[in-house]
C-alpha cells in the first residue's frame, strides 16, 4: 500500500474573532487531501497575527490567541501557535511557514518511531506543510506590492497551498491568470466548502458592536470570553444575551 | 415592544413522508441536545407524537391553549418581578424563514383559512434567506397584506446558509459536519448511525 504524505495545515489570519467559517476551513481542507488518496493530514495550526500588523478594529493578540484556544478545545488536531503574534513586529507568511516547518523538522528528528506499524498509513516521510486559505487570498496574489513576487513563489513551490473556496471567487481563474500560480498549480489544492458558510469576522465585529447575537456562529466559549472581557463593543457597556438593558 | 420570552422546537411528525426524514424520537433527542446552551428555546415534542401529520395551525392552536393554561395556573403576586414583560398574556407567534412565506403562494398547499388565523391570531416572524424577497411574497398576497402589520420581517445579518439537506449530504459521504452542528448532535448521529446511508462511520476524517 503506497503510503500517504502527511501534512500539517497552517492557516494565518486575523482571527479577530475566530469563528466557526475558520474552524470549517479546516475541516473541509482536510476531508479534499483524504479524498486525493494521496495525503494524511496530521495536524492544523492556527496563527493569529501579529499585533503591529495594524488592521483596524485588531484586538490584542493575547485575546485572540485565548478566543481561538477555547474554540480548540473540542478539536483533537487543530492547535493555535502564538509564535507568530509574540514576534517584536509583523512578519511576512513565508517567514512563518519557514519557522513552522523548520519545528516539524526538529520534531521529527527527535522522535524516532521504532514501530513502523503503529502509523499504518502516514509514511515516515518529513511532514508537507501546507498553507491553508481561503480562496479570496489567490486573489490578493495579484495585488500590486502586497505580496514579494519571490515569497509567491517559494509558498507555491516549497510549501503548497489549500485554498477552501468562497462564493464569489474563482480560484481557478485565478491560477490560470498568473504565471507562477500556473507553474505550481499541481501544488495549488483547490477544495469546495460544500456548505455557503460566509461568517466573515468583520460582520460578527459589527453584530456584537450593536448588540447583537452571535450565538451558533462561534462557539459558545468565545462569546463568553468576549462578554467577559469586553471585546467587540464600542465601549458600549455589555447587554447581555437579549435582555433588555 | 415585545420581550421574547420562550423559544420552542417543534419537530415534524414522521408520517409528514417528507424524503429521509430519520425517526422523530432521534429528532427530539437532537434537538434536545442542540439545546442544551439555550436559556430561553426549549423543544416540544407533541406534535411528532399524535397519530398523523396535523396542520401547523392547529399545532399553533395546541401550544396557545398551553400557554393560557400555565398563565392561569402562575399568579404573580409581586408585579415588580417582571418589570419587562406585562401580567398580560404571552402572544405565540410563528417563527420561520421567508422561504415559506413564499410556500403561501403554492396551490393547495396551505388552506386560505389556515392562513388567516395564522397570520391574524397568532402572526409571523420571518427571518429573511438570500434569494427571498419578503416585502414582495406579503405585497402580492392580499391576506398578508391585510396583515402585514403582524408580519415581522427580521433580517439575518450574517450569510449562513446551513441546509440541512446538504448536511445530511455531507454525511452521507463521510465529510466532516464540525462547527456547522452542535458537537453534540454530530456525536448522537454517529453514536446512531444516521445519515450514512448505510455505510459504516468513517469516524472523524480518519481514513478507513
Not at 483547490?190 to 460566509?198: D, F, G, K, S, T
Request: charged fraction near 20%; aromatic fraction near 6%.
Amino acid at each position: 500500500m503506497k503510503n500517504r504524505i502527511p501534512v500539517v495545515l497552517l492557516a494565518c489570519g486575523s482571527f479577530n474573532p475566530i469563528t466557526n467559517m475558520h474552524l470549517r476551513l479546516f475541516e473541509v481542507a482536510r476531508d479534499h487531501l483524504h479524498q486525493t488518496g494521496m495525503y494524511q493530514v496530521i495536524e492544523g495550526i492556527i496563527s493569529p497575527v501579529n499585533d503591529s500588523y495594524g488592521k483596524k478594529d485588531l484586538v490584542a493578540s493575547h485575546h485572540r490567541v485565548a478566543m481561538a484556544q477555547l474554540a480548540l478545545q473540542t478539536s483533537d488536531w487543530i492547535r493555535v501557535d502564538p509564535w507568530e503574534s509574540e514576534q517584536a513586529q509583523w512578519i511576512e507568511t513565508v517567514k512563518v511557514l519557514r519557522h513552522h516547518r523548520s519545528q516539524l523538522l526538529k520534531s521529527s528528528a527527535q522522535t524516532e518511531d521504532p514501530d513502523p506499524s503503529k502509523t499504518p498509513s502516514a509514511s515516515a516521510a518529513l511532514p508537507e506543510l501546507k498553507l491553508l486559505c481561503g480562496a479570496d487570498i489567490l486573489k490578493t496574489f495579484q495585488t500590486p506590492n502586497l505580496w514579494k513576487e519571490e515569497h509567491i513563489q517559494e509558498i507555491v513551490e516549497k510549501f503548497g497551498l489549500v485554498c477552501v473556496s468562497r462564493s464569489g471567487h474563482d480560484p481557478k481563474g485565478y491560477i490560470l491568470d498568473s504565471p507562477i500560480l500556473r507553474q505550481f498549480q499541481h501544488n495549488i489544492h483547490l477544495a469546495r466548502e460544500p456548505i455557503q458558510n460566509e461568517i466573515s469576522a468583520t460582520k460578527i465585529r459589527k453584530a456584537l458592536g450593536q448588540g447583537q447575537s452571535v450565538k451558533y456562529l462561534l462557539p459558545d466559549a468565545v462569546i463568553t470570553y468576549i462578554r467577559d472581557h469586553g471585546l467587540y463593543n464600542n465601549g458600549s457597556s455589555w447587554k447581555g444575551k437579549g435582555k433588555i438593558s
